[in-house]
DNA sequence: GCGTTTACTGTAAGCGCTTTCAAACCGAAA
DNA sequence: TTTCGGTTTGAAAGCGCTTACAGTAAACGC
C-alpha cells in the first residue's frame, strides 16, 4: 500500500481534503504591514511555531494602498485558516467580534482584547520594563528630566511604556511634566520629527526614552544634527533591542523584547485553541534591561 | 441580489472554490529558513507584489529542525498554490525537475535555473556591483591586496561577487592570491570566524570584501577583538547595503542591492507566468556603490 | 456448531463551489 | 402568428477527499 502511494509519489489535494474535513491545517497571520525592524524576528518566531506544529502560515497584510479599488477584504478568515494571530491593530472591532461570536480561534499579539470578548493576547512585560529603564535612569544615571517619545497613538505597547515610565517618576517623587511628552511612531523618521519638536520648546532635558528602537534611531539622527553629543549633553535609551541596537553610535541602553518568542508562544496558544479550545487569556514575556553607553553609562 | 450577499455577508469558500476551478488564488514562497537582515526586505517586496496581483502568500520554510521525524516535506505545491517563488537552494534540484516537467509556474530567486530547465530567475547585478566596488578599492583607495570572504559554499550571489571581484583584480594586473580567499557565510558569527582564520595566516591584508553585510558585521567584530583599527589598519567593506550597514562603525562601504524590489519583481514574473504564461527568462537588477567610512574614504 | 461480537472492506453521500448543458424564455424579424 | 437568434435560468455533474454506514469476513465464547 504505501509502496503504491511511494511509488505513483501521490500526495493529498489540500483543497479536497479541506472541504471534506471542514479543516485547512493553516494558520493565519494579519498585519497592518511588514516594515520596520521588528518584523523580521517575530515572523521567524512564528514560521517556526506554525512549522513545529504541523501548520501552514498564511500572511495577509492589510494595509491599503494608494487609491486601491478594493474595499477592506477580511482575506484571512474561517474558511482559509484554523486560527488567526492578529497583530495589533490589523483587524478592527467589528470583525474581531465577529470571529469571536463565530467562535473562531484568535489569538492577539500586542493588543489586548477588546471588552467583553474574551480574546487571548500576547505581549511583553512593558510597563516593568519601562519601570526599570527609568529608574535606573534615576536612580544610577541622576537624570531628572526624562522625556517620552510615544509611539503611534492607540499602540499598547507603547502605551504601557509609558505608564512604566509615569510610574518610575512618581516613585521617585518627580512630577509628571506634560512638556516633556512628545508623540512619535514606531519609525526613525517619526522619532526624527518628534526629538526636533521636542528641541524647539526649549525645555530642559536630561534624557530621552523613545517608545521604541526604531524611532531611538531617529532621536540619535536627530539630536546630532542639531548638534548635540549623546549621552554627553543628553542621553537616549530605547525599548526592544533590536538587532542594530548595539551597533548604533553610541551603542543604544535599550529594554530588550523578545519579540521572537512572542511571536512563537503566539502561535503556541492559537494552536491550544484550535485543538482543544483552551489558551492562557494574557502571556506577558518577560523583558530585560541592556545597559549600553547612550544612556551615559561608561 | 448583491444586497443579499451583503445581508447575508457571505463570502465563498475557497478550498471549494479551489477544488472546483482547480486554481488556489494562492502564491507558494519557499525559503530555507528566515534568518539575517535580508528577509526582511525581500518579504516585504513579496508580500506587496502578491497583494497588489490580488494573490495569498503561502510561506514555506524546509529547514530541518533538530532531529525531526519528518522526511523532506514538499509542503507547497501544485496543490496549494498557482506558482512558486523559491528562494536559492530551498528546493533541491529533483524537485525543481518534477514542477517543471508539470509545467508549474516557478520562479527563482537568486539562484540560476539548473541546466536544461529553463526557469526564469531574478536576482541582483552582483558581478559588476562587485566590479565597481573593487575598482574602486584599487583605484581610489589605492588597495592591492584585497581579501574576499565569501559566503555559504555553492551560493550564486557570493560567486559572482567573486568574479567581479577577479575580473577587478585582473583589469588592473592584479594576481589573483588563493591565500586571500576565506570562506564564510552570510552572517556575522561566519563573519567573524573567518576573518579570524584570515589574520592566522598572516599574509599582508590591505582591505577585507565580504560577500555580504552580515558578515561584514561580523568582520568589523573580529577586527576590533584583534586590535585593528578600521579603516586605518584595514578597510573593510560589504555587499547589499541593510539597513545596519550606515550604522555601523565606522559605517560601512558596500553595493546597495535592491533587496525589496527584487521580491517584488520575482512576483511579477510569477504572476505573469501563471496567468499568460511567459516570464523573462533573467531579470538581473541593478546595484549601486554605496561609498561610506569603512573603506578609507572620508 | 451456532449466535454473537469484533474487524475489516467497500460503497455512497456530501463538503461548497464552478461549469457545462439543456431547457425555457424573450424579442424581433418573417 | 410563427420562427429564429440570442440570452437567461436551472439542474446536474464533478472537483478529490473524508466519513459514516452497510456488508462481509473473521474471531470468539458457550
Same sequence: chains 1, 2.
Avoid at 153 to 182: K, N, Q, V
Avoid at 249 to 256: A, Y
Wanted: hydrophobic content about 40%; some cysteine; glycine content about 10%.
Amino acid at each position: 500500500m504505501w509502496a503504491v502511494i511511494e511509488a505513483l509519489n501521490y500526495s493529498p489535494h489540500p483543497a479536497a481534503r479541506g472541504l471534506a474535513t471542514r479543516r485547512t491545517n493553516t494558520l493565519g497571520l494579519v498585519l497592518r504591514d511588514i516594515s520596520g525592524e521588528f518584523f523580521g524576528p517575530m515572523l521567524r518566531g512564528i514560521e517556526a511555531g506554525t512549522r513545529e506544529n504541523g501548520f501552514d502560515l498564511l500572511i495577509h497584510c492589510t494595509n491599503r494602498f494608494e487609491g486601491d479599488a478594493t474595499p477592506a477584504q477580511y482575506a484571512l478568515s474561517e474558511h482559509n485558516s484554523d486560527g488567526l494571530l492578529v497583530f495589533t491593530d490589523s483587524l478592527d472591532e467589528a470583525e474581531l467580534r465577529r470571529l469571536y461570536r463565530a467562535q473562531f480561534p484568535v489569538v492577539l499579539l500586542h493588543r489586548s482584547s477588546p471588552p467583553g470578548l474574551n480574546i487571548p493576547c500576547v505581549s511583553f512585560e512593558n510597563k516593568s520594563g519601562a519601570r526599570k529603564l527609568i529608574d535606573y535612569l534615576i536612580e544610577v544615571r541622576g537624570y531628572r528630566r526624562i522625556a517620552f517619545l510615544a509611539g503611534p497613538e492607540g499602540t499598547e505597547d507603547s502605551y504601557w511604556r509609558e505608564m512604566g515610565y509615569r510610574e518610575a517618576l512618581a516613585a521617585h517623587g518627580i512630577a509628571f511634566d506634560p512638556t516633556l511628552i512628545e508623540v512619535g511612531g514606531f519609525d526613525e523618521i517619526q522619532g526624527k520629527m518628534g526629538v526636533k519638536r521636542l528641541l524647539e520648546r526649549e525645555t530642559a532635558v536630561d534624557a530621552i526614552f523613545a517608545a521604541d528602537d526604531d524611532s531611538a534611531i531617529g532621536v540619535l539622527e536627530g539630536l546630532r544634527e542639531a548638534g548635540l553629543r549623546v549621552p554627553e549633553d543628553i542621553a537616549v535609551v530605547g525599548f526592544d533591542d533590536i538587532r542594530l541596537s548595539k551597533h548604533l553610535t553610541p551603542p543604544l541602553t535599550t529594554v530588550r523584547a523578545p519579540i521572537e518568542t512572542a511571536g512563537r508562544e503566539a502561535v503556541r496558544q492559537l494552536v491550544n485553541l484550535v485543538r482543544s479550545g483552551t489558551a492562557e487569556r494574557l502571556v506577558l514575556l518577560p523583558t530585560e534591561l541592556v545597559i549600553r553607553h547612550s544612556c551615559g553609562a561608561p
